[in-house]
């Protein structure tokens, strides 16, 4: 499964592709067509997150979508995407209709607005779901460029988060249907 944004390709990640990010990178390339950069992967992406995925995708086939998802750039030089970064949701939406998106970006890739772009491409994918009727995303308030993520996508200050010194932002499915459509 993939979504195009103006700029970038995402693509969700698979049982198969989660165990090759762990096990063998080079087959991650080839099972998504991208080249990995070195220092892969990017940053709170520790080998206990790379494990979780796994686990929630194996868990059942259709949670692709609802795990991670790897964000590719079109890297004119040798004709191929370049993995930049990676993101994703924990997990299907809650009975409410609330799901949760996350975003990271390669050090040497951020401020360039690619994490703002895979993100909005996210929530524009969870809000094709009619179940899906609130988006947030959690940070910790001083670090302002994951906070100018969540504003860029039209999301608002809810209040604190789910973890002790943690802000949570977020945006119904009715302001997010006010903006200007983030995928192609």
């Given amino acids: 499964m993939r979504v195009r944004t103006p700029r970038l390709e995402l693509i969700a ?10 096990e063998d990178r080079g087959r991650l390339a080839r099972l998504t067509g991208a080249r990995l950069p070195a220092g892969w992967p990017p940053p709170l992406n520790d080998a206990a997150s790379l494990e979780y995925a796994l686990r929630y ?3 059942d086939p259709a949670h692709v979508g609802w795990g991670v ?3 590719a750039l079109p890297d004119p030089t040798p004709a191929e995407l370049l993995l930049i970064g990676k993101g994703g949701f924990k997990g299907r939406y809650s009975p409410d209709g609330t799901v949760e998106v996350g975003y990271s970006v390669m050090e040497d890739q951020q401020r360039h607005g690619y ?3 895979a993100a909005g491409g996210m929530i524009a994918w969870a809000f ?6 609130q988006v947030i995303a959690e940070t910790y308030p001083d670090l302002r460029p994951s906070i100018r993520v969540m504003e860029n996508n039209g999301m608002g200050f ?3 988060g789910s ?10 499915r009715k302001e997010f249907a006010k903006r200007p459509s983030p995928i192609r």
Avoid: D
């Fill in 57 to 59: 995708l194996e868990k």
């Fill in 115 to 117: 994490g703002s772009e």
């Fill in 163 to 172: 973890e002790e010194g943690v802000v949570r932002y977020g945006i119904t």
């Fill in 128 to 133: 094709s779901h009619p179940e899906v009727n």
């Fill in 158 to 160: 809810l209040g604190i």
């Fill in 69 to 71: 998802w790897y964000f």
């Fill in 13 to 22: 990640s698979t049982a198969e592709m989660a165990r090759a990010e762990i």
